[in-house]
């Protein structure tokens, strides 16, 4: 073999660092670079997804070292499944996002320059395969933070909006905090790796090879679990998120929330089960409650939104918990040597990484096109869509299905792999986790109907009814590079989601390497037709049998029905008999989610107010009605202010030490002297 | 003969640009001394790199891994900082800031403070480095005051007096040093040289020593800028010419962290204690914290910088405390990318406010759109300072906090405080600056290009690929200081 | 003369330069301060004389005579030009009242002492004792510095600190290599040209030598 | 794959299509009994769906794709469940398609996209049953899904069939676990939630501000408002014989005697026949309640279950 994957990887890296010399070629011609660049892109993305998809296939390990680094310290490079896993995941959506680029980027020629965007596109996938490369400390943080700049620059794109510039510092910021707790948590291992004597502890096979004392271990587990959590924006860090992901560039939040939130759950899969593998079971349950809290608050927030591409957001918040609670669950039952459900609640939590990144891919993608031709993210504006644009409608609509779990599409597969573990639960020794394992099941299926609910009103508000804006803005569907980036994406997502059992035994590579048992064994028994987690008698799911079954049945039906035509009428609908029903009459999104922020309401920081302008002669018929609702994240009261001003305080307090008198300033040194010489004597 | 060469160049040159004063080629002659200061520079690193550790003019000079590095860098900054003041300042004489014997003097002091520099980085006998880092202040005060503003008087009269309190103590130290050194090596030069200083460390009386340490960190803390003594600093960055702060920013706080750290390294030679690196370690966190927390409050875009240089030596002086392998690589590391780093955000400053007329930073705006080369500069300036990779700063901050958590794990939280706040606030400044449209007010110029795209790539390439005469004389050094 | 008598002057002469470095502290006349300063410029030069008779380092002569030169001509002469060409001759005050400094100068003197015993105990030089006199020197000068407010004579706290430094290096230790002493000559005399055009700066920029108005570069508001 | 168990399927499917109106025209005619009204025939949901077929179809003008294929989408997903819930028998090939969660699922299309419908017309009506279904749903879910759990915990399964066989198999103390008790109680009032009864949800009413499932289809007519009418009426049958095989399996057929199937049959009539009284019983009993107020009611569903599943750690 000529060619090992991991060649094919660092081309398609180098491909796209090399974009920065391709792009200014044609400076003069914008439409040809975005064009060129990123058909390449798509190409490189492509080189990626093989090298992936080849090695998880092959279950291989291959090491590289490069030349640059410090000396003593050189770049390591690594690739092995899960790394390949997430190097497929992060390839194949880069591809659709890349193809559907072409289109999208095209609306930006003439308003602002491309370059930039261009550029800071492929530096930022590079930095996410760099990531997933990496293999040793430092070359794991510098691409960290590569990938964290590049993606910095893209929100800023458009950086006269203050917006912009607000979501870009609060997402940097956030970002770099948390990049130096992961630092620190790997100068701890590193330190007790090889106890400083030289640099080979950074290396990760050096973190591999030691056994940590228990409380160093945690600190290590805690301090990355942080960082990484800061950009997985796991509550209560993800305040950065909704921000930064409606202001950047479509095509960037389909990327930033598809991919590179699960360079996070990466890191945390990386760390935990590969780096330190022996832990306490209560850092599991740590990170499973995290999770269920980030699933359930990021769904409820996902439903006061009114912003389409903030809704958005806040799903991401919510599947990145669901892949958190796979993650603990497996943690849990490794830490009590259960490798078989341990590989279940794994293989759940990767499959549900890789079916996010597709729907959540394709949702930002359609939500883009839905912002291309109208101009406008406020749903409240929006409806009746899917006349002027049926395409993206169908396509949207897919991805609406598959993040709401509805069987036959791929969320609902991961998510019901998730309840299997839960269900086996039971077999835990630990009696409190016996009891409080079905608490979190139901915790998770109450997000997942929340997020049908959500869904329903994200479809229903922006395409179905009628436009309920005031001005009527002339739409039309999106270009063909952008349908078919989305149609690919959605493909994918119907495929994952009915033929799982292929996916699931060409990844059990992963559970292999890192927990020691698959379940492909048993999903398979049946044949691929059927997926049986743990046994047949245990339980058992068909996706396609589902799919299949549906369509035989609406096709039969709508046959039998229509062998005699029947003619359609349309009318006006039902006005209770009062004339002159106007598209304001319609159900939007506060009004939808009402009953849900009714319920739920003391999780969030609501502000509401009703005022009858105009009173008319009956104070029952008021001329007009001024409703005001404003819903804050409560983590802002909670968390961010008091930090910001403290901060601002010990800055006052740190200023007076500077007041201008010089003798104030030799008295300073005056003191130093006499308490440095009390010090010595 | 490279190291002469090194000191006579800009002496020479200096004398010549007093006399050349305000002529139209002055900044010309000022870059050719520079450049071939640098040349010499080169073929003493070369010189050094091939043969080792070299001792010159019976003693008098020392060249080994630790200075010879830091005298490149001086020499390669002061080479770039009169490309860029070239440009500066015939700007600042057209806006008439400067006058003709203002520029006559500039020149020559400028190349007189190169000088200082050189002495001190290049010779052997600590009394001689105390004299070098005296003439480094007195040939930067009046330089501060060039412009005869009220607050640049201030400025400078503040630079003047604190420093000269501080070397003062500095003088004291080194006098205890002798005092100590000459029972043991016997009376005369041989007693300050600082090869039989470090040779016979051992013998020499530690409560003398540990004496002498407090003076000479105060002295040359206050030098380095170190909280509480570093007030001086602020004011001379912010007051004094652009190219001024960056070479103060770039080479002298290095320059005094090196005699600072030479001392100690004779002073732990003798206690055979953690005594001095305790000390030096308190000053470096508490400088860490204060320069983080003032940085957020400041509207002078140089201030800012300024403090921001507090920070960075306050990191340094810290890793040399906390010793070790991997800290002291570290900090040797962080002067280097720090001063390039640094005078490189000093350019792209200069020029920037010579854009806008104003140093306040509410009024800078849309640098990036005015001119691609200042605004980006500045912004990954600022990325690097910050400590983002893939730029150097990351890579020495990186050894540096690792290492802090094996040595000195009950410091690391305050550590990370300052480094998240530095970070906050400067991007919460910078941002706005080079983000956004171009403001009515703002002029485009001619800017210098290169000393910043020098400066940046160097540290990129730092970061990424750590060349081998580097690396091998880092841990020379580390060998050295240990 | 026998070392014992050597001993003897040269620690009359340290208590009279103590003696100076007090008066200075409390002196409230710019026209006494120098004089004052002056005057300890003399002991100090005539010290460094005598120290290096007794122990034969004849380069002591040079840095006597250097002493003998800038302290107590070339500086005092370049600071009454200043005067006069400032046209600064009133009465100037402290800014901490006058006991109070003399108790915390006393002070200061019985640290230095403490501070400096072990090292006495060490040396065996005759004149070993100095070396708490000059640290007391050089902490009075910077007290000086600090209560003074008026910039000649923050200035001539500085030249007194310096003083206590320069006896440090020429007494305490039977001096230092030559090359250093010149080296701290020049800077000193470069120091001194310095601050002569500051004051012509300072007065011209606030038509006065009251440091108190050089206080705009703040951060506490 | 062998003859006789497809056989079975296909009788189980037509029997649920043929069945579940005759059931709703049940529990109907026991209602009006019970409030002293003279009732109509058994048949009449016949009657009902099939004039409705042959009735032109009217849509509201903006009406999308989305509207027209809804009715088609819930038939085909209620129709699929039908095949396999066991009702006859537990030997079906179909049965491995999908466990109860997945089940639940299923069904959770059909509500999707009737949302969705609700939400195409574009009228406030619309828009207000399909916020309150999905609310209803999400609350329902955890409950549901908690039940759920405690079935599985009995049987170690979460496939209808086997859950069934395993009861079944076993002998009579299986069927008197408290957490069975406690789990069933809950699935009542899950399955009142769900098909839209009374206290929940009021079929019966077209009265603006209560009603919840009706507010969504008020548009529908001629054969798509059949469709839904009688995808209704199956959801209700099914969710009756789901409890049925989940609680009270006796009778059905286990794998491959066909004989047993007349037998099953008889017991299934039974069974549904005393289901639709105590569903009668219900709902004459309770009044409808504040919309609000669902909350509670489905919070006290969630408390029994989880109850249930307490009680199996505790007591089993």
């Known amino acids: 073999m000529i060619f090992s994957p991991l060649d094919l990887a660092s081309l398609s890296v180098l491909l796209f660092l090399l974009q920065v010399l391709l792009a200014p070629l044609f400076r003069k011609n914008e439409r040809a670079m975005v064009n060129i660049c990123f058909s390449l892109a798509a190409a490189a993305s492509l080189l990626a997804v093989a090298a992936g998809i080849w090695t998880v296939e092959n279950g291989t390990t291959e090491k590289a070292i490069l030349v640059l680094g410090l000396p003593d310290l050189p770049f390591h490079l690594r690739l092995d499944a899960l790394s390949g896993f997430f190097l497929t995941t992060i390839g194949l959506l880069a591809f659709y996002v890349s193809v559907y680029s072409i289109g999208y980027v095209r609306g930006f020629i003439g308003q602002r320059p491309v370059m930039r965007l261009v550029i800071f596109y492929s530096f930022f996938i590079a930095g996410m395969f760099m990531v997933v490369l990496a293999d040793d400390a430092l070359f794991f943080l510098i691409s960290w933070e590569f990938m964290a700049a590049a993606s910095y620059f893209l929100v800023m794109y458009e950086d006269e909006k203050a917006e912009n510039k607000r979501a870009a510092f609060l997402y940097l910021v956030i970002a770099h905090i948390g990049a130096v707790a992961i630092l620190l948590s790997f100068g701890v291992m590193a330190g007790l790796a090889t106890d400083f004597r030289d640099f080979s502890g950074y290396t990760f096979d050096a973190m591999r090879a030691s056994q940590f004392p228990v409380e160093w271990a945690t600190a290590a587990f805690f301090l990355s679990f942080f960082g990484f959590a800061a950009k997985a924006g796991i509550i209560p860090l993800h305040v950065w998120l909704p921000e930064a992901h409606p202001v950047a560039p479509s095509n960037i939040s389909a990327l930033m929330s598809g991919v590179m939130l699960k360079t996070a759950i990466y890191g945390i899969i990386r760390v935990t089960l590969d780096i330190i593998k022996v832990f306490p079971w209560w850092w599991g349950a740590v990170v499973l409650v995290f999770g269920l809290v980030s699933a359930v608050m990021g769904v409820l927030y996902a439903l006061m939104q009114h912003d389409l591409k903030r809704l958005l957001a806040y799903h991401s918040v919510e599947n990145i918990g669901i892949i958190l609670i796979g993650i603990g669950l497996s943690m849990v039952f490794m830490s009590f040597q259960m490798p078989l459900i341990a590989a279940l609640a794994l293989t759940a939590g990767v499959y549900h990484t890789m079916n996010h990144a597709m729907f959540k891919g394709l949702l930002f993608m359609g939500a883009g096109a839905v912002l291309h031709a109208t101009h406008e993210r406020n749903m409240e504006e929006m409806g009746g869509l899917i006349h002027k644009m049926p395409w993206t409608a169908v396509l949207f609509l897919i991805g609406c299905v598959s993040i709401s779990a509805l069987p036959p599409f791929n969320g609902f597969v991961s998510e019901w792999l998730t309840f299997q573990a839960f269900l086996l639960s039971p077999s835990l020794p630990a009696p409190i986790l016996k009891l409080l394992m079905p608490i979190g099941a139901a915790i998770l299926a109450l997000t997942g109907a929340l997020a049908a609910a959500c869904f329903v009103k994200a479809f229903g508000v922006t395409f179905l009814g009628r436009w309920r804006g005031h001005h009527k803005p002339k739409i039309q569907e999106v270009n063909w590079p952008m349908r078919i980036g989305m149609m690919m994406a959605a493909a994918t997502c119907l495929l994952l989601g009915i033929l799982p059992t292929l996916f699931i035994g060409w990844m059990d590579t992963i559970p292999v390497q890192l927990v020691g048992s698959t379940i492909s064994a048993s999903a398979g028994t049946y044949g691929w037709l059927w997926l049986t987690p743990v046994a047949s008698e245990r339980a058992s799911y068909s996706g396609i049998t589902v799919f299949l079954g549906i369509l035989a049945v609406v096709a039969a039906v709508y046959i039998l029905l229509h062998v005699k035509p029947g003619a359609i009428r349309r009318g006006h609908v039902w006005d209770c008999g009062f004339e002159k029903l106007t598209e304001r009459m319609q159900y939007n999104a506060t009004s939808f989610s009402m009953p849900i922020r009714r319920i739920f309401g003391y999780l969030f920081n609501i502000k509401e107010q009703v005022d009858l302008a105009q009173q008319s002669a009956h104070s029952a018929f008021p001329k007009r009605l001024n409703y005001y609702l404003r819903v804050r994240d409560r983590a802002w009261g909670w968390l961010y202010k008091p930090i910001a001003e403290a901060s601002f305080w010990l800055s006052r307090k740190v200023g007076m030490l500077q007041q201008g008198r010089i003798q104030t300033y030799l008295i300073y040194s005056f003191i130093t002297i006499i308490l440095l010489l009390v010090f010595v004597i | 003969m490279p190291l002469l060469t090194l000191l006579v160049v800009p002496l020479f040159a200096a004398v010549v640009l007093a006399f050349v004063g305000d002529r139209k080629y002055a900044p010309e002659i000022n870059i050719a001394g520079s450049a071939a200061t640098f040349l010499a520079g080169i073929a003493l690193a070369l010189d050094v790199y091939t043969n080792g550790p070299m001792l010159a003019g019976n003693k008098f000079f020392f060249v080994d891994a630790f200075n010879v590095y830091l005298a490149m860098l001086t020499s390669f900054v002061s080479m770039t900082t009169a490309i860029f003041s070239r440009r500066y300042m015939r700007r600042e004489r057209e806006h008439g800031r400067v006058g003709h014997w203002g520029m006559r003097f500039y020149h020559a002091m400028f190349q007189l403070f190169i000088f200082a520099m050189f002495l001190c980085l290049l010779t052997n006998n600590i009394g001689v480095l105390w004299i070098a880092m005296e003439l480094a202040t007195l040939s930067t005060v009046l330089l501060v005051s060039l412009y005869r503003t009220p607050t640049a008087i201030e400025a400078a009269w503040k630079y003047f007096i604190l420093c000269g309190v501080g070397i003062a103590q500095a003088l004291f130290g080194t006098v205890l040093l002798y005092f100590a050194a000459e029972k043991v090596l016997g009376e005369g030069g041989e007693a300050l040289l600082w090869t039989n200083l470090i040779q016979s460390s051992g013998k020499l009386e530690p409560t003398i020593l540990s004496l002498a340490f407090v003076f000479l960190m105060v002295g040359y803390g206050t030098k380095v800028g170190l909280v509480p003594l570093h007030n001086w600093l602020p004011d001379a960055h912010s007051e004094g010419p652009t190219p001024i702060s960056a070479v103060l920013s770039g080479l002298l706080l290095n320059v005094a962290l090196y005699a600072l750290v030479r001392c100690k390294a004779i002073v732990d030679g003798s206690t055979h204690t953690h005594y001095a690196g305790n000390i030096m370690m308190g000053f470096g966190i508490i400088s860490i914290l204060v320069a983080a927390f003032s940085l957020l409050r400041q509207k002078d875009i140089k201030r800012m910088f300024s403090y921001s240089s507090i920070e960075h030596m306050g990191i340094a002086t810290f890793a040399f405390g906390l010793g070790g392998p991997i800290a002291t690589y570290g900090a040797l590391l962080h002067m280097l990318v720090h001063s390039l780093a640094k005078s490189s955000i000093f350019f792209t400053v200069g020029h920037a406010s010579q854009m806008h007329r104003t140093q306040d930073m509410d009024k800078i705006k849309g640098l990036i759109r005015g001119n691609p080369l200042v605004g980006w500069g500045m912004m990954f300036g600022a990325m690097a300072i910050v400590g983002m990779p893939p730029f150097g700063i990351f890579t020495s901050e990186f050894l540096i906090l690792t290492a802090t958590i094996k040595d000195a794990p009950l410091m690391t939280p305050f550590l990370l405080l300052g480094l998240a706040v530095a970070f906050a606030a400067i991007f919460r400044k910078v941002q706005p600056m080079v983000a956004g449209e171009i403001p009515s007010y703002q002029k485009s110029m001619k800017v210098a290009h290169l000393p910043v795209l020098l400066h940046m790539a160097i540290v990129l390439a730092v970061g990424l690929y750590m060349p081998i005469f580097l690396n091998q004389w880092f841990h020379k050094a580390v060998q050295i200081l240990k | 003369m026998d070392i014992h008598t050597t001993a003897q002057i040269i620690n009359f002469l340290a208590a009279m330069v103590l003696l100076t470095a007090f008066g200075m502290l409390v002196q409230r006349r710019i026209y006494g301060l120098i004089h004052l300063f002056a005057w300890q410029g003399l002991f100090l030069s005539v010290s460094t004389a005598i120290v290096g008779y007794a122990a034969g380092r004849h380069h002591l002569y040079i840095s006597s005579v250097l002493t003998l030169a800038l302290k107590v001509i070339l500086l005092p002469y370049i600071l009454n030009a200043l005067i006069h060409k400032l046209k600064i001759r009133k009465e100037i005050e402290t800014v901490v009242n006058v006991p109070l400094t003399m108790l915390i100068g006393i002070a200061l003197v019985i640290f230095s002492y403490s501070l400096t015993a072990p090292v006495r105990e060490m040396s065996t030089l005759v004149t070993r004792s100095i070396l708490a006199i000059a640290l007391a020197t050089v902490m009075i000068g910077l007290l000086m510095m600090i209560t003074r407010r008026h910039a000649v004579t923050q200035i001539i706290g500085f030249l007194a600190m310096e003083n206590g430094l320069f006896f440090a290096a020429t007494s305490a230790t039977y001096g230092m290599p030559l090359v250093v002493e010149l080296g701290v000559a020049i800077d000193v005399l470069i120091a001194a040209f310095i601050f002569g055009i500051f004051f012509f700066h300072i007065n011209t920029t606030f038509d006065s030598l009251d440091v108190e108005q050089m206080a705009r570069l703040k951060e506490g508001e | ?316």
């Open chain 4, 1 to 316: 794959m062998k003859f006789l168990p497809l056989l079975m399927e296909i009788m189980q499917l037509l029997l649920l299509l043929a069945a579940a109106p005759l059931f709703a025209g049940w529990v109907k005619m026991v209602k009006c009994w019970s409030q002293g009204r003279t009732s109509p025939s058994l048949l009449q949901p016949y009657r009902d769906i099939a004039k409705l077929f042959s009735k032109d179809v009217v849509l509201a003008e903006n009406a999308s794709w989305i509207f027209r294929f809804t009715p088609y989408i819930v038939f085909g997903a209620t129709l699929l469940a039908g095949g396999i819930i066991p009702i006859l028998s537990v030997d079906l090939p179909l049965s491995a398609t999908a466990d109860v969660i997945a089940l639940v699922a299923l069904f959770a299309i059909a509500r999707f996209f009737t949302a969705l419908a609700g939400m195409d017309i574009g009228t406030a009506f619309g828009g207000m049953g399909s916020s309150r279904e999905m609310m209803i749903a999400s609350l329902a879910e955890p409950a549901m899904l908690m039940a759920v759990f405690t079935m599985s915990l009995a049987s170690k399964s979460t496939s209808l069939s086997h859950i069934a066989q395993a009861i079944l198999q076993s002998d009579i103390h299986m069927a008197l676990r408290p957490s069975l008790a406690f789990a069933f109680l809950a699935f009542v009032m899950i399955a009142i939630a769900e098909t839209g009864r009374i206290p929940v949800d009021n079929p019966a009413t077209h009265l603006e501000l209560t009603m919840i499932h009706e507010a969504m289809i008020l548009e529908y007519s001629g054969r798509h408002l059949a469709l839904i009418e009688w995808a209704g009426m199956m959801k209700l049958f099914l969710y009756m014989s789901l409890g049925a095989a989940a609680f009270f399996p006796w009778g059905i057929a286990g794998a491959g005697n066909m004989a047993a199937i007349p037998l099953a049959l008889i017991y299934l009539i039974i069974k549904f026949a005393l289901a639709g009284v105590v569903l009668v019983l219900i709902e004459t009993g309770l009044a409808k309640m504040r919309f609000f107020r669902v909350t509670e009611f489905l919070g006290a569903a969630f408390l029994l279950a989880t109850l249930g599943m307490l009680a199996h750690f505790i007591l089993e």
